[in-house]
């Protein structure tokens, strides 16, 4: 579960402050998939940083697994990222020169994974994204929906809890698009982890379990298009 | 991150930027090309040295002189002693050791034998038919390695001599081998005489002593048997003043004595000034240690100035893998880690360069070697000296450099916001 409590973040100092987060709040269930919605400037990026810890806004708390991750040191939110949490981008961020084997291991590499462990992991994710054919190919020669499967490939490897995607198919085609939205999917519904997607792609947002409407740094509205009125208790609420 | 990890990715990063990379070692190298070479002369050049020392001294024998007076200032004048001292004029003295010295000192434990230091000052040397030269006499010494070209040494006797090849040649004859067994003279004033009275004494040439590489001076005069030269001298000497009394004392330390304690020790037993053959021969080892650190400099010098080129590298490379180092950290790198990657590649740079610079010194001493030995005529003396050891050292030496230039850099990386570096397109 992640729980979002009263996160405020503000930039600049004095006269020329930008509030980007303003009292957010929420709560998200395990195995979810989120979409954020929003316009470009709205905050949505902003808050995807404050719940994965790469941003610390001053006011407010992230709860993960029971812990404040806003509270804990440099260190541990590290270690909290390259166990529990991944990423992926618009524009993929795959390291060109390096081989797709290579784009893989490297967050078994920062999570500390043994020599020994790893060339199975790598395989089988590449596997499921079907690279495992490019698996020497340097990543510059692979084309852009090849790319982000790599990109998938390298968020699941180390299997974190949490998958954040910042505009995934932003960069891609409607057809390769697909292809990586269905792997995200897949990997949300099969082993039962979050996905936090951050887009404006309403139709992307279509097929998340819960949206949350970012607008001016607030939430402006969360819905639960797919909810089942009897639910036994609502998976989110907006807390005021 | 484990360190072989990041050790590895290092390694690749460098190989993706080969050229700069290779650049950026090159510079290094130059640096490790000079310190290398600087090692190896004045390794090759303290082995040349003590091949020197070893072969014109014996490293059991110790020289021994009175101490002279600390007071030597010839402007006042100076109190009278009952010491035999010789004077050189403008009122330097020097004080010169008595027959009591010397038997005092050859009872100290450790001494094997002592002889005392004299020159013998002879007229000249002839043969028949031949001119007349002047020559230095010197009392043979076996522990001075001679190189003969023609006879030897062994059973030297009292009326035997051995010349150097000069003298043959001077002498008259054709080739060392006609020198062997036969007579020239040496003619010496007697002294305490006052008219003055020489004598002819005869001796066979035992040997003919090569003109050595490694030699000094003692293939330059003329050696006669221990108590042949005794005998000149006392025949040149007896009746003089200073008569009995010498410059100094050669004491031979008995095997397995450890030769700077006996020094000690006779410095103890009174006011002599001991000097081993070490001692005598450290102006030589002075002089290559100046010259090894005059070479060391320059090679420090190319080093310092790599140092802004790793510097700026490192630098380029982190601008350049703002990305990559936002990724690495939004993947949860630690920043220890982050900044250990770059020091690791500057590391690797050092490495490189360590390795490229003392690798074309080595092969430089491979071809130089030969040369060198060639031009000065040292035979099979090699100059230049490769420890296996004091390369291995420059190399990690030169890494520990590089690490430190690549500190810089390694913390503007580790310091990233991971935040700001993803967003740069």
Request: charged letters at 25%; a positive charge.
């Amino acid at each position: 579960m992640i729980e979002v409590r009263g996160v405020t973040k503000t930039y600049g100092k004095k006269q020329n402050t930008f509030t980007a987060l303003d009292n957010v709040s929420f709560t998200i269930p395990d195995g979810a998939s989120v979409a954020i919605l929003g316009k470009s400037g709205s905050g949505k990026s902003t808050l995807m940083h404050a719940m994965s810890g790469l941003d610390r806004p001053e006011v407010g708390e992230v709860i993960i697994d029971g812990k404040n991750i806003l509270k804990m040191k440099q260190k541990e939110v590290d270690a909290f990222r390259s166990t529990k949490m991944s990423f992926i981008f618009q524009s993929f961020f795959v390291q060109a020169n390096e081989s797709c084997f290579d784009n893989v291991s490297l967050p078994l590499e920062i999570a500390d994974v043994p020599f020994g462990k790893r060339r199975e992991m790598i395989e089988k994710t590449l596997a499921a994204v079907e690279l495992l054919d490019k698996k020497k190919s340097r990543a510059r020669d692979l084309s852009g929906g090849q790319k982000q499967r790599l990109a998938v490939a390298r968020a699941i490897v180390n299997n974190p809890r949490v998958l954040f995607a910042d505009e995934p198919t932003g960069n891609l085609d409607s057809a390769t698009g697909e292809v990586v939205e269905d792997l995200l999917f897949g990997y949300n519904k099969s082993t039962g982890s979050t996905l936090v997607i951050v887009t404006h792609d309403p139709e992307l947002a279509d097929k998340c379990d819960i949206r949350i409407h970012i607008k001016d740094g607030k939430i402006e509205s969360i819905t639960e298009p797919h909810k089942k009125t009897d639910a036994p208790r609502p998976a989110v609420r907006k807390i005021q | 991150m484990k360190i072989q990890d990041t050790i590895r990715r290092a390694g690749r990063s460098l190989r993706q930027a080969k050229a700069r990379t290779l650049l950026t070692s090159l510079a290094i190298g130059v640096g490790a090309f000079t310190i290398t070479l600087a090692f190896a002369a004045g390794a090759g050049g303290r082995a040349y040295a003590e091949d020197i020392v070893s072969s014109n001294t014996n490293v059991r024998e110790i020289y021994v002189q009175p101490k002279q007076d600390a007071q030597n200032d010839p402007s006042k004048p100076k109190e009278y002693s009952e010491d035999p001292t010789i004077s050189f004029g403008g009122g330097f003295t020097a004080k010169l050791m008595k027959q009591s010295d010397i038997d005092k000192i050859a009872k100290i434990d450790g001494v094997e034998s002592t002889t005392p230091q004299y020159t013998v000052t002879i007229k000249y040397v002839t043969r028949s038919g031949q001119k007349k030269y002047t020559a230095n006499v010197e009392s043979f010494n076996a522990s001075v390695k001679q190189e003969y070209a023609a006879g030897n040494s062994n059973n030297l006797t009292k009326d035997q001599v051995i010349i150097p090849d000069s003298f043959r040649e001077a002498l008259g004859f054709a080739s060392a081998n006609d020198a062997i067994g036969q007579t020239i003279q040496i003619v010496a004033d007697k002294g305490g005489m006052a008219m003055p009275e020489s004598q002819s004494f005869d001796y066979k040439i035992a040997g003919v002593v090569k003109p050595s590489a490694l030699a000094v001076s003692a293939s330059s005069g003329i050696l006669l048997h221990k108590d042949a030269a005794l005998e000149l001298y006392n025949y040149t000497q007896q009746g003089t003043p200073l008569f009995g009394n010498y410059y100094g004392v050669l004491v031979t330390a008995k095997e397995n004595v450890d030769v700077k304690d006996l020094k000690e020790r006779i410095n103890s037993q009174g006011s002599y000034d001991a000097q081993t053959a070490e001692d005598l021969m450290s102006f030589i080892f002075q002089f290559i240690n100046v010259l090894q650190g005059i070479l060391l400099g320059f090679g420090a010098l190319a080093v310092l100035t790599s140092i802004f080129g790793i510097i700026n590298t490192q630098y380029i490379s982190v601008l350049e893998r703002t990305q990559q180092i936002g990724l690495m950290k939004a993947l949860g790198m630690r920043r220890r880690d982050v900044g250990r990657l770059f020091r690791y590649e500057a590391a690797w740079v050092g490495f490189l360069g360590g390795v490229i610079g003392s690798g074309l010194a080595i092969g430089a001493g491979f071809i130089g070697n030969p040369l060198i030995s060639d031009a000065l005529n040292l035979g099979k003396t090699h100059l230049l000296i490769f420890d296996p050891l004091t390369v291995t050292a420059v190399i990690l030496g030169l890494m520990l450099v590089s690490v430190g230039a690549g500190m810089l850099p390694a913390r503007k990386a580790a310091k990233l916001d991971p935040i700001e570096a993803l967003r740069t397109e």
